[in-house]
């Protein structure tokens, strides 16, 4: 992303303090690992309210080339502490997506879709002190099983369909794919900011799949459409079943890594936005 773009994106977030009354802490781009070409550019970001909890999430669209996610930061650090709880009262069982509102849940505002994407963005903006100090602490918080967990969820639903079905459209082919890679990368020891799907593959994958998959990656990129095209891949649907197994095995072995310190690390980040 070049200078010109990310200056645009500075100027929308002035806009939108304008309008909304509120202060933009930082904005992050939140790349989904695996595009096509008339890809929006999806932008997360977080604020805070002037006035009395007007906003919760804002959604800020602009054609086919930016598409703004708001998030109030209070909300994003309630998200993070009812994440933790619910997985520390029962570390060893599966994990339901938690958000605070239907807006959230809407815009991807979550553990996974929202705070992992601002530890691991290469690209953003805003305030100095929290793209540093508050960047870092997330990345403190960040428990991995509740990250795998929240990628591989909607699987299991997509592996029950491919046995009736046994074909997926090409964007629900690669996206599953995509996070099944990343979240072995993630069970390796990746850190966020590791989630190109190319790299993904080439490092976890070999063999005829891995040509199957550069393939049909090829013929995605160049479509205007995530589902127009389906395909009926029997050794993708077969990968796919054998991975998911793999990678929830995996993720059950996993217990709490932070708890102790995780409250603090909460209490640390409430403290730093205090004074935006």
């Known amino acids: 992303m070049n200078d010109v773009i990310c200056r645009y994106i500075d100027e929308r977030m002035k806009r939108c303090e304008e309008i909304y009354d509120i202060s933009v802490i930082a904005w992050f781009l939140r790349d989904k690992g695996t595009p096509?070409?008339?890809?929006?550019?999806?932008?997360?970001?977080?604020?805070k309210n002037r006035a009395d909890r007007k906003c919760r999430a804002i959604h800020d669209i602009i054609g086919y080339g930016f598409d703004f996610w708001g998030w109030d930061v209070c909300d994003?650090?309630?998200?993070?502490k009812c994440s933790h709880e619910n997985?520390?009262?029962?570390?060893?069982g599966e994990l339901k997506d938690i958000y605070l509102s239907a807006e959230h849940k809407r815009g991807g505002l979550g553990y996974f879709g929202g705070l992992y994407w601002m530890v691991g963005?290469?690209?953003?903006?805003?305030?100095?002190?929290?793209?540093?100090?508050?960047?870092?602490?997330?990345?403190?918080?960040?428990?991995?099983?509740?990250?795998?967990?929240?990628?591989?969820?909607?699987?299991?639903?997509?592996?029950?369909?491919?046995?009736?079905?046994?074909?997926?459209?090409s964007y629900e082919y690669l996206n599953t794919l995509w996070r099944l890679e990343l979240?072995?990368?993630?069970?390796?020891?990746?850190k966020p900011g590791e989630t190109d799907f190319v790299e993904l593959a080439d490092r976890f994958i070999e063999g005829e799949i891995l040509t199957l998959i550069k393939s049909l990656m090829h013929v995605y990129k160049d479509s205007l459409s995530k589902y127009s095209q389906r395909f009926a891949l029997e050794p993708l649907n077969a990968f796919i079943a054998d991975e998911l197994g793999n990678v929830t095995a995996e993720m059950m072995k996993l217990v709490p890594e932070r708890e102790k310190s995780s409250l603090n690390l909460l209490d640390r980040l409430s403290n730093l936005v205090i004074g935006f």
């Open 76 to 80: 994003a650090i309630e998200t993070v």
């Open 121 to 169: 963005s290469q690209i953003a903006g805003g305030d100095a002190r929290f793209l540093s100090d508050g960047v870092e602490l997330l990345d403190q918080i960040m428990e991995r099983k509740i990250i795998v967990n929240y990628l591989i969820a909607p699987l299991g639903e997509r592996v029950e369909r491919l046995q009736y079905t046994n074909g997926m459209a």
């Open 183 to 190: 979240a072995r990368s993630i069970l390796a020891g990746g």
């Open 87 to 92: 997985f520390y009262k029962n570390p060893t």
């Open 36 to 47: 096509r070409k008339n890809s929006d550019l999806d932008i997360v970001f977080l604020f």
